[in-house]
């Protein structure tokens, strides 16, 4: 591993930023490399063949700025295309769900867990079967949450109009007696405050960002990959699209204000049996 090369990040959208944030905090001299893919952005109501098809297209993208790890800073690739993902490519790969289920495993008195997440990860049961590796004793209930990544793109973070939207989404797990639940989309962490408001204190909430930057931590640790670098490390973003409101969401996901944003476009082609090349 080259320890000043940058690692990479990429989510379908805004929400890595919150992976990305974490992982400033907890590695100031890294230098970072974000993808967020706005131009086909949601992810979590597509098919898994084309998630996958887009996370390694992503993957190739960062590949090409030299990183030295990738983090899929996206529950629904995460769920897609981590396997392929690992098994493709030669380097580091870390995904957001693997560790949240480990922190949720840990944190669980009642082993009852629920993850609120999009559509495309709970349809891929990646949570329930992390976690039965983990402990086969622990219940999980997943629920689809598909209209908080609108609610968060659009800024829409505390108000009567997401409590309702959330006290909606909350009520079967509740219901269940959950005593850990599992924030399990890059962007619902800009939701903690309400969530916690409605759910209450008791219950805790699982977010895959620091857990996911843990596993990072060690992986470096393991192969001798920190940076040395003095002063604090660099940040670049790249997209595929720049829409108006990018740059103020942005910040809010990321907790500092977002500047350098580069727009990328892809060139693609069908092929005969339909898939989308670069
Ligand atoms: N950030 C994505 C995730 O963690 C959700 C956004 C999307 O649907 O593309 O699943």
């Not at 887009?54 to 190739?60: A, G, I, K, L």
């Not at 995904?95 to 709970?122: H, L, S």
């Not at 509740?174 to 969530?195: A, Q």
């Not at 969401?249 to 990321?254: A, P, V």
Request: hydrophobic fraction near 40%; aromatic fraction near 8%.
């Amino acid at each position: 591993m080259m320890p000043e090369a940058p690692i990479g990040v990429f989510d379908s959208g805004l929400g890595g930023l919150t992976v990305v944030r974490e992982l400033r905090r907890a590695l100031p001299k890294e230098k970072i490399v974000y993808f967020g893919d706005i131009a086909r952005l949601p992810y979590g109501i597509k098919s898994e063949s084309q998630i996958r098809n887009f996370s390694c297209e992503n993957t190739e993208f960062l590949l090409h700025r030299n990183v030295k790890a990738i983090v899929i800073a996206c529950n629904s690739s995460s769920s897609a295309a981590y396997s392929f993902l690992k098994s493709r490519f030669p380097l580091p790969i870390i995904d957001v769900i693997r560790p949240a289920a480990e922190w949720a495993v840990q944190a669980t008195r009642n082993r009852k867990i629920g993850v609120m997440a999009t559509q495309a990860t709970v349809a891929s049961d990646a949570y329930r079967k992390a976690i039965a590796k983990l402990d086969k004793n622990v219940h999980v209930f997943s629920h689809a949450c598909p209209l908080l990544v609108p609610f968060v793109e659009e800024g829409i973070l505390e108000g009567s109009l997401i409590e309702s939207v959330l006290s909606r989404y909350l009520k079967p797990l509740m219901k269940r007696k959950m005593d850990t639940i599992i924030l399990g989309c890059t962007h619902y962490p800009l939701l903690r405050k309400t969530i916690q408001k409605l759910v209450g204190i008791k219950v805790k909430l699982i977010d895959s960002a620091p857990a996911a930057v843990s596993e990072l931590k060690e992986i470096l640790t393991e192969q001798h990959g920190f940076s040395k670098q003095k002063g604090k490390g660099s940040f670049q973003v790249f997209v595929s699209d720049l829409p108006g409101s990018f740059l103020n969401i942005g910040s809010k996901f990321l907790g500092e204000p977002l500047n350098d944003v580069k727009v990328v476009r892809f060139k693609y082609e069908i092929t005969k049996n339909g898939k989308w090349v670069l």
